[in-house]
Each structure stands twice: as structure tokens, then as C-alpha cells.
């Protein structure tokens, strides 16, 4: 168990999966921590981290034609959180390639698609991107998308642009979501980078997850087979049907953003001496500890109810968007909580919580803002969809 599990939520797991997490937590403490905070401060993504991943058998556990054994969602919901403890960029690469590629190949490809493609994601021989978000639309992704889809023969036609697409600066494959020009509604399409058409460039300057790439991409009559459509991706209902699975994953990782935090805080603030003794020791300083972690047993406790209504086939949109918008913000005052511990230290990388601090801005507002996700919380308690 990890020192921030206060209550042991993870004893509940089977053996097995256990014994995976503890495994996974090895290498990321081995492979992955040592090169974070460098290519964080030079906003590089690692070009180990797809090998690391892809040996740690992370992607693909959800899925009967990918995963080592059989399992549950809140032990999924673990790994996530085991990754983001160490790193929030790493888990927001294998939310990507995991829950937003595999999960929309999972959740609406044919039998084929999925023979063809979560094999390849799995092992990373192929890495992929989920592009939906446009500069022109966001929040109002149901209704605003402006990329359109034109059937012509045995081939769809795509023209548009997305903005914000994680993995995209080196992705082989991109899921685009896309208006179809005839009956109007959102449809989703497997799209290989390296087609005509299709451009991708790197968004600069972020202050927030520096490490995880994100870009730009234009689409300009980009010819894919009629094949390369999403089976089952039909409307927007589809894409939600992914995003609910993938919003309670982003809830895993913002529990796990904050606990990687708030270790940090706790193993800072134990060797800080100030007045003669360490910081740790102040009422003051032990009322922060205490609220990070009433926050992130919080949080776990969401977390894994959540998982378990997604195995007992319960989970509805409105409780997913709930998970995340209650963690992300417990997170977003965690991480700040955490980084004030650590004084002038907090906000360089060097000592964690400066970096977790920074990252916690994108997870709080990717995959639905608060505001949209308790808007969709909303409609589901009220019956009134208070959208526009
Ligand atoms: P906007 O929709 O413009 O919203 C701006 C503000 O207005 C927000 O606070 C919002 O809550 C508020 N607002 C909007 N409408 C209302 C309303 N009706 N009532 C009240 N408040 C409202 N997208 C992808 O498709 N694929 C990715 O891989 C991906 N990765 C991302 C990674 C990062 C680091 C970031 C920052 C974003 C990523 N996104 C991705 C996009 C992300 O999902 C969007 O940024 C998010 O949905 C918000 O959209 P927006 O940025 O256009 O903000």
C-alpha cells in the first residue's frame, strides 16, 4: 500500500492485481521518475516512456483481446492512479493511448477493429490520439464540432481542424471526430497520420503538463476508406458512451496527482527544520497534511464506487462527471496545499509538488470542465439542461 491509501482501499483488489500494481509501481520508480523533471523543464516528451508503458502491460486491460488476466475497473482505476503519483504527463500519455484511442476502438469499433488495433496499441507499435476538441469548439463539443465528414464512393473525405490533441505531435494514428455533412450527426473515424492532408504541429508554452505533447491539426480533404469509420460511432451519444469511462479514469489520475503531491509535502516537510525543529511538527503544517489526505481518501472512496458501477454495468454519464469534478477540484486544492508546504522549494520541479501543482491546471480542466461536468450532473438531478 502506498502511504497515501489512508483507509487501505487496495487490500479490496485481488491478489493478482496487487501484485501488477506493485510491479508497476518498481518501474515507474525506477524508469520513469528518474527522467521526469528534465524533459518537463524542457517540455520534451521522453521517447522511452511508450517502451516503459507498453512493457508494464498498462494499456489494454480492460479489453478480453488485450489483457494478461481478468480484472476489475477500480483495479484499471489503480493504475492510473499509480501512475499519475509519480508522474500526471505519463498518465495523461496512457489516458490517451488507453482511454481515449483503445477505449473509442473498445467501446464503438467492429470486431475487426478491434482485432486490428488494440493488439497494436497495447504492445505501443502503434501510438494514437483522440481528436475531438477544435479551436473553435470545445465545451460544446456536441453541438459546435465544425469538422465535417462527405461520403464519396467507398471513401469519407474529412476537412477541419482540432486543437489540444494530446500525442498528436508524433501519433501514427489519430481518432477524428467528425460532423457528417448528410444526416448531421458526429461520427468518429481512424485516421493514420501520415495520410495526405493530415498536419499536426506542437502547441508551445504550456505552463501544464510540459512533458505530454499536444497539437494542432488540420485536415484538408483527408481521404480515408469506409472501413476507417467507427463501427458503432454513430452520434454524440457514442462519444460520451467513451468519455464516461474515460472521465472516471481522469478521476483515478487526479487522486493520484494529489497523492503524489501530498507524499512529496509529507516527506518534505518531516526533513525542513525551521525554529529548531522540523516544519511536520507545527499544528499548522499538520492541519494541511490532514486536509490533503481527507481529500484524496476522499476521492478514493469516489473512485473506486464509481469503478464498481462500471463493472456492474450502473455507471451513467452523470456519475462519472461528478467523479471528476469533485477530485479534480479536492486535487486542485491538494497540490497547492502541498506546494505551500514546501515554501520558496514548492515551486521549482526539484522537489515534486511544484510540478504536480503546475500539471493539476490541464487535468482540472481537460475531459469536461468543472462546469460542464456538474452542468451534466445538473440535468441529470434537475432534468433541465442548463447548457445554453
Ligand atoms: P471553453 O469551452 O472555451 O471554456 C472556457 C471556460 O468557459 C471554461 O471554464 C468552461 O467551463 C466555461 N464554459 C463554457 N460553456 C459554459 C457554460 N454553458 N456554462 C458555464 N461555463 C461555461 N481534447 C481532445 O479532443 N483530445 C485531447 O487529447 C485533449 N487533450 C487535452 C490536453 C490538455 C493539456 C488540455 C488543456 C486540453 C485537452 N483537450 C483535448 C481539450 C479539452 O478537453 C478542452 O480544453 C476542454 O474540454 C475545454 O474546452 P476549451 O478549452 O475550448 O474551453
Known amino acids: 500500500p502506498v502511504p497515501s491509501d489512508f483507509y487501505d482501499y487496495a487490500l479490496a483488489l485481488t491478489d493478482r492485481e496487487r501484485e501488477f500494481l506493485g510491479e508497476l509501481r518498481s518501474t515507474l520508480d525506477r524508469e520513469v521518475a528518474p527522467i521526469v523533471d528534465d524533459h518537463w523543464d524542457r517540455a520534451e516528451f521522453p521517447a522511452a516512456v511508450p517502451g516503459i508503458i507498453a512493457r508494464a502491460g498498462v494499456v489494454g486491460l480492460g ?28 498518465a495523461t500519455y ?64 474529412l476537412n477541419g481542424s482540432k486543437r489540444w490533441i494530446g500525442n498528436a505531435t508524433f501519433s501514427d494514428m489519430t481518432i ?102 522540523p516544519i511536520a511538527a507545527t499544528q499548522l503544517v499538520q492541519h494541511h497534511l490532514a486536509t490533503c489526505l481527507g481529500n484524496i481518501t476522499a476521492s478514493i472512496g469516489m473512485c473506486v464506487r464509481v469503478s464498481e458501477m462500471l463493472d456492474a454495468g450502473e455507471q451513467r454519464d452523470e456519475h462519472s462527471a461528478l467523479a471528476k469534478a469533485f477530485v479534480t477540484s479536492r486535487m486542485r486544492e491538494t497540490v497547492a496545499l502541498a506546494r505551500e508546504m514546501c515554501g520558496g522549494n514548492g515551486i521549482v520541479t526539484d522537489y515534486g509538488p511544484g510540478r ?12 469536461g470542465t468543472r462546469e460542464m461536468n456538474h452542468l451534466i450532473v445538473g440535468r441529470a438531478v434537475t432534468g433541465h439542461a442548463a447548457f445554453v
Open 63 to 90: 479489453y478480453p483481446e488485450t489483457r494478461p488476466f481478468e480484472n476489475s475497473a477500480t483495479f484499471r482505476g489503480w493504475t492510473a492512479f499509480e501512475l499519475a503519483r509519480v508522474d500526471a504527463s505519463t
Open 94 to 157: 496512457v489516458g490517451v493511448q488507453n482511454g481515449l484511442v483503445a477505449g473509442s476502438i473498445g467501446v464503438c469499433g467492429s470486431e475487426a477493429q478491434r482485432a486490428e488495433w488494440l493488439p497494436k496499441l497495447a504492445s505501443g507499435e502503434v501510438v494514437g490520439a483522440f481528436g475531438l476538441t477544435e479551436p473553435l469548439s470545445g465545451s460544446d463539443s456536441a453541438k459546435g464540432l465544425r469538422t465535417t465528414a462527405r461520403r464519396d464512393g467507398d471513401e469519407w473525405v
Open 176 to 277: 477524428i471526430w467528425a460532423k457528417d455533412e448528410v444526416d448531421g450527426q458526429v461520427k468518429g473515424f481512424i485516421v493514420p497520420t501520415s495520410t495526405p492532408g493530415y498536419t499536426a504541429t506542437k502547441i508551445e508554452h504550456k505552463m501544464a503538463l510540459r512533458m505530454v505533447q499536444n497539437a494542432d491539426i488540420t485536415l484538408e480533404d483527408v481521404r480515408v476508406p469506409a472501413s476507417s469509420k467507427l463501427e458503432h460511432a454513430n452520434s454524440f451519444k457514442d462519444t460520451s458512451s467513451v468519455l464516461r469511462q474515460t472521465r472516471a479514469e481522469v478521476a483515478w489520475l487526479a487522486a493520484g496527482v494529489a497523492a503524489g503531491a501530498y507524499e512529496a509535502a509529507l516527506r518534505y516537510t518531516t526533513e525542513r527544520i525551521q525554529f529548531g525543529r
Open 356 to 367: 504536480f501543482f503546475a500539471d493539476a491546471e490541464a487535468i482540472y480542466s481537460y475531459e
